[in-house]
């Protein structure tokens, strides 16, 4: 199995901007959906954002989000980008990528959780108001 390795995030004020990088090792992920979680202290990973990495086709499951973030590949260190902008105090919190099939010709069942790959340690979101 491969691993991932996150990183980018930060402490900003409301408003502001950060953009999360992930790098895939040992595994290649080129064929699958890759894509964004978020987890807060004691509750659920929630996805935030997916890209297709076959087609570059994205899927933002929160309306919201899909206004001020962007996800794209990165297909040189085998991962994703987020661009997250716009930034407000409830999109704290700690920021993980992952990897999953293709359901249904989309990839928001990888979204709510059918992920394959590992975890990676994830990378810390704080955005204070």
């Known amino acids: 199995q491969g691993q991932m390795e996150e990183s980018g995030g930060g402490s900003v004020e409301a408003g502001g901007s950060l953009t999360l990088s992930c790098a895939a090792s040992?595994?290649?992920?080129?064929?699958?959906?890759m894509g964004w979680f978020r987890q807060v202290a004691g509750q659920k990973r929630e996805g935030v954002a997916a890209?297709?990495?076959?087609?570059?086709?994205?899927?933002y499951p929160d309306s919201a989000a899909k206004g001020r973030f962007t996800i794209s590949q990165d297909t040189a260190n085998n991962g994703v980008i987020l661009e997250m902008n716009n930034l407000k105090p409830e999109d704290s919190g700690m920021y993980f990528c992952?990897?999953?099939?293709?359901?249904?010709?989309?990839?928001?069942?990888?979204?709510?959780?059918?992920?394959?790959?590992?975890w990676g340690q994830g990378t810390q979101v704080t955005v204070s108001s």
């Open positions: 992952a990897a999953g099939d293709l359901y249904g010709g989309s990839c928001f069942v990888f979204l709510a959780g059918a992920v394959v790959s590992p």
């Open positions: 040992g595994s290649t992920y080129s064929k699958h959906c």
């Open positions: 890209v297709y990495m076959p087609s570059g086709r994205t899927y």
